[in-house]
Structure formats: structure tokens, C-alpha cells
């Protein structure tokens, strides 16, 4: 489906969630000298105006990264991207994952970014492309798939759809678990939203009972955006957990339990 647009909900607290464990696993897979491959399913535009009409509408950047940016301090990973985007784009801009992995990698690393939305996909190709990512209008589980496994084979594939279609969440461990089987010792990073519904119960069973190595599953909680929303909450699922995200899942739990607290 193409109906789904991020810049709704473009900086809101899913997104600081999921955006600062990107940051910090790119971080330490661009520590060693050794080329890697950055790939995403489902990138959107890559590049956000907090100050847009869709932005102010919802709210959600309000409740999002403009009321939580003094968690991170200058030199985490999340923080220097979301300054670098500023100085680059203005002071309103807001890095969508393919713009963070573009400034985190190096030369000599490959990004891989795929967009079904033709709109979507053009912004994402202006945005991107001076980077020198290759930018697909593709489907983003069937590009997974052909594209793995990557050259460089060392590397990060980020899984983030907007599960409108509800089949995902039955496809996605198939996915996982195929992908993983070409490609063994790539991370991969399952994004999904924590619902009222409870949708994504029956998906992370099967993940956590499959056979994959250095798992990774880390929820974190948070008041709904609006009354009557149904995201509550945000996880992800890594495969080939790379070293020092454990600890940084554990300070954003902290974080987002004071947040809570909060109200």
C-alpha cells in the first residue's frame, strides 16, 4: 500500500527510539576498517520539516525529538547526526534512517535504500542520492531478499514497514529467517510499533523461538500521541546484535520509563 506518509509522525518518540539504536550500531560497525553495506526495505523520503503542516498537525515531534533531545549528549552518535542535519538543512530538518546512514558511513561503504512511493522515492533520490546511495523503487521485502547477499557482506539491513498491510506481520519472521539464511552474518533490524491491539504479539513469538543467533529484542513504552491512538509504544528485533547496543537499549529504557513517569 502506498497510502502511509512519515512526515506525519516524522521525530515522534518511535522514532527517537529506533533512530538513536541505528545510530549507535552504525557508530560502532564504522569503527573498524573494513567496508560494510547499509540496506532499508522501506526508506521514505529520508529528510523531514518538523515545522511542516503534517509535523504540526499530529503533534508528535513535539512530544517526540523537541521535547527529548537533551537526553543525548553532543558526542552520541543520534546527537551528531541530528546536528550535522541541521547545519546542512535547517534548523527545523529532521533525519529520516537513510539520511542517518548516510552520514554515519564512509566512502568506500554501499548504501542501499528502497521506496515504493513515487513521491516518496524522488525526495528520497534528491536527498540521497549526493551520498552516493542507490536509490530503488522497489518493494522493499522483495529487495531484501534479491539484494543479500550484499557486496561488502558486512553489513546492516534496517526492516521498518508501516504494517498497513497486516500480512507483514505473518510475512516479516519468513522474511527474517530467509534472509538471514544468505546472508549469516549480516545485522538485521526489525522496526515495529507496539499497538493497543496487540498485533505484533504473534510476530515476536515466532522470532524469538526461531533459530538466530545474538538476538536482541528491546521495547520501550510511551504515552499515546493523541487520544484514541493506537501506537503505545516502540521495539525492535536485532539479529547479529553488535557489541554496545545492549547498553544503550538499557539507557533508553531508563529514559522512557522517566518519560512515563513524567506523564
Given at each position: ?32 576498517p ?12 529520508g ?11 499530529t ?66 533520490q ?23 547477499p ?13 504494517y ?19 546472508w ?80
Amino acid at each position: 500500500m502506498l497510502s502511509y506518509q512519515h512526515g506525519y509522525h516524522a521525530g515522534n518518540l518511535a522514532d527517537v527510539h529506533k533512530h538513536a539504536l541505528l545510530s549507535v550500531m552504525l557508530d560502532y560497525l564504522t569503527q573498524k576498517p573494513k567496508p560494510l553495506s547499509y540496506l532499508e526495505t522501506h526508506s521514505g523520503r529520508g529528510l523531514y520539516a518538523l515545522d511542516a503542516p503534517e509535523a504540526e498537525k499530529t503533534g508528535e515531534a513535539a512530544q517526540g525529538i523537541l521535547r527529548v533531545r537533551d537526553w543525548f549528549a553532543p558526542d552520541h552518535p543520534y546527537a551528531r547526526v541530528l546536528t550535522d542535519t541541521r547545519t546542512r538543512f535547517g534548523a527545523n530538518a529532521y533525519p529520516g534512517s537513510p539520511l542517518i546512514a548516510a552520514q554515519l558511513l564512509r566512502p568506500g561503504d554501499r548504501l542501499t535504500l528502497a521506496e515504493l512511493h513515487p513521491q516518496e522515492h524522488a525526495a528520497l533520490q534528491v536527498v540521497a542520492g549526493p551520498f552516493g546511495a542507490t536509490v530503488l523503487r522497489e518493494d522493499g521485502l522483495k529487495m531484501a531478499l534479491a539484494r543479500t547477499p550484499p557486496t561488502p557482506r558486512r553489513g546492516l539491513m534496517l526492516i521498518d514497514p508501516s504494517y498497513e498491510v497486516k500480512e507483514d506481520y505473518a510475512a516479516l519472521p519468513r522474511l527474517i529467517a530467509a534472509v538471514h539464511a544468505r546472508w549469516n552474518v549480516g545485522t538485521l533490524v526489525l522496526w515495529y510499533p507496539i499497538l493497543t491491539s496487540g498485533a505484533h504479539r504473534a510476530m515476536l513469538f515466532a522470532l524469538e523461538t526461531a533459530s538466530l543467533p545474538r538476538t536482541l529484542r528491546h521495547d520501550v513504552s510511551f504515552p499515546p500521541a493523541r487520544e484514541g491512538h493506537g501506537m503505545i509504544g516502540s521495539g525492535v528485533f536485532i539479529v547479529n546484535t553488535p557489541y554496545g547496543t545492549e547498553a544503550e537499549a538499557e539507557w533508553l529504557s531508563e529514559r522512557f520509563s522517566s518519560l512515563s513517569a513524567a506523564g
